[in-house]
């Protein structure tokens, strides 16, 4: 079985600041990792993945994440935040051997970037 | 290409009664997936259909169900409901394999009175 720890539930952080947002993950076969975001009223967009290869993947909007296998972590940045990156993001992740294409998520980070 | 649709949006049903939610897919996605959010739980996993048949299931009571169709469009069913059912129940589409990006649409919110 496989579990998402988002230790953070909800971080504010001022605009231009910098910003991380921690994922753990607890999983006893490979997976595939995820980060989605999700702004007010809508689904859950896609803002990067590691499928593997280079630990440090490069994401829409700014956005990278780091895979660290020996700290099962997969932590999301950003180096300058903007007001409309307010949004909750949530950390995911997929088994490498599973059928389908089924999802574990994390709690949520709701992150509140004021000027 | 046109996003994931689902309908209707918004929905208020009593205790007791039955309602259908319907999710189409990206255009040649052959896998759609069901989640709930709530504030409490997050968001977990319902169910997963591929060509129509169910691939995957989440960790839910028989009272929620769903169906794929042959052109890929779903429909998921809650059948007798309780107020713990109040829920956004999100549709994701995809391409076959775990690694796949998921695709999701607005969601339906349901509001059990």
């Known amino acids: 079985a496989q579990s998402v720890t988002q230790l953070d539930s909800q971080v504010p952080v001022f605009e231009e600041a910098p910003v991380e947002l921690r994922c753990n993950y607890s999983s006893s076969v490979s997976v595939y990792l995820f980060w989605y975001v999700q702004y007010p009223n809508q689904g859950l967009q896609l803002l990067l993945k590691y499928l593997s290869g280079s630990t440090l993947v490069k994401g829409i909007n700014g956005f990278e994440a780091e895979f660290n296998k020996s700290q099962t972590s997969f932590h999301l940045r950003k180096p300058s935040v903007h007001i409309s990156d307010t949004a909750e993001y949530f950390c995911a992740v997929s088994s490498r051997n599973q059928a389908g294409t089924a999802l574990i998520f994390g709690k949520g980070t709701t992150l509140s970037v004021s000027s | 290409k046109a996003g994931v649709t689902q309908t209707p949006r918004y929905l208020i049903k009593t205790r007791g009664q039955q309602v259908t939610l319907s999710c189409s897919p990206i255009?040649?996605?052959?896998?759609v997936s069901w989640y709930q959010q709530t504030p409490g739980q997050g968001l977990q996993f319902l169910f997963e259909?591929?060509?129509?048949?169910?691939?995957n299931k989440g960790n839910f009571p028989g009272r929620f169900s769903g169906r794929q169709f042959s052109n890929s469009r779903s429909e998921m069913n809650v059948s007798t409901l309780e107020l713990g059912d109040s829920a956004l129940y999100l549709c994701?589409?995809?391409?076959?394999?775990?690694?796949?990006?998921?695709?999701f649409g607005p969601g339906t919110r349901l509001l059990v009175l």
């Open positions: 259909y591929f060509s129509e048949t169910q691939r």
């Open positions: 994701a589409s995809s391409t076959e394999g775990p690694k796949e990006t998921q695709y």
């Open positions: 255009s040649g996605h052959r896998s």
